[in-house]
T-cell receptor, first 110, second 115 residues
């Protein structure tokens, strides 16, 4: 069965303290791996798509990387406004759905 | 340019009542997806629709749940005879094509509470 596991479940960082979030997946035939940000009471907001091992994408303080079995979301010098739940999802070669992990809840303390 | 609009934002139903959740996709988007987010669980796929067609309903419970996306108007997710276990956040997403390279655009969700 396809699975997406995110760790840690929750992460508290001081402002400026860089860290990484992990998403490991087991899926037969990866079509794409997606990162989303979700704020309380809102829908997920698209951040990145990664297609193949070795690929990297960057946006402001966020950088996403992909290997054959996992993806990392690196947060450099985070700010309080980066506090949110970060979701990872995979889309495999057949089928129409994304498989989502349960997310990492990030809190950045000023 | 409005995003994906879902209403109502919050919906309270008594056990046994019907719940109707509406989703208007982004302008130019003809593909609609419904996901359910239970407490402490990840988003789970329910159904994928295009105008007037259900493409994939493999994630939809076999009973009490139905979805439609008519030629005119919003997509509707209907839950008949709701039970407490249906309490969740229901998210709709849309895309202009079936190619998902840039991900979906999600709405803000409908939070259903069954009392």
């Amino acid at each position: 069965e396809d699975q997406v596991t995110q760790s840690p479940e929750a992460l508290r960082l001081q402002e400026g303290e860089s860290s990484s979030l992990n998403c490991s997946y087991t899926v037969s035939g990866l079509r794409g791996l997606f990162w989303y940000r979700q704020d309380p009471g809102k829908g997920p907001e698209f951040l990145f798509t990664l297609y193949s091992a070795g690929e990297e994408k960057e946006k402001e303080r966020l950088k996403a990387t992909l290997t054959k079995k996992e993806s990392f979301l690196h947060i450099t010098a985070p700010k309080p406004e980066d506090s949110a739940t970060y979701l990872c999802a995979v889309h495999h070669a057949t089928g129409n759905q994304f498989y989502f992990g349960t997310g990492t809840s990030l809190t950045v303390i000023p | 340019n409005a995003g994906v609009m879902q209403n109502p934002r919050h919906l309270v139903r008594r056990r046994g009542q019907e719940a109707r959740l509406r989703c208007s996709p982004m302008k130019g988007h003809s593909h609609v997806y419904w996901y359910r987010q239970l407490p402490e669980e990840g988003l789970k796929f329910m159904v994928y629709l295009q105008k007037e067609n259900i493409i994939d309903e493999s994630g939809m419970p076999k009973e009490r749940f139905s979805a439609e996306f008519p030629k005119e108007g919003p997509s509707i997710l209907r839950i008949q005879q709701v039970v407490r276990g249906d309490s969740a956040a229901y998210f709709c997403a849309s895309s202009p094509t079936a190619t998902l390279g840039y991900g979906y655009t999600f709405g803000s969700g409908t939070r259903l509470t069954v009392v």
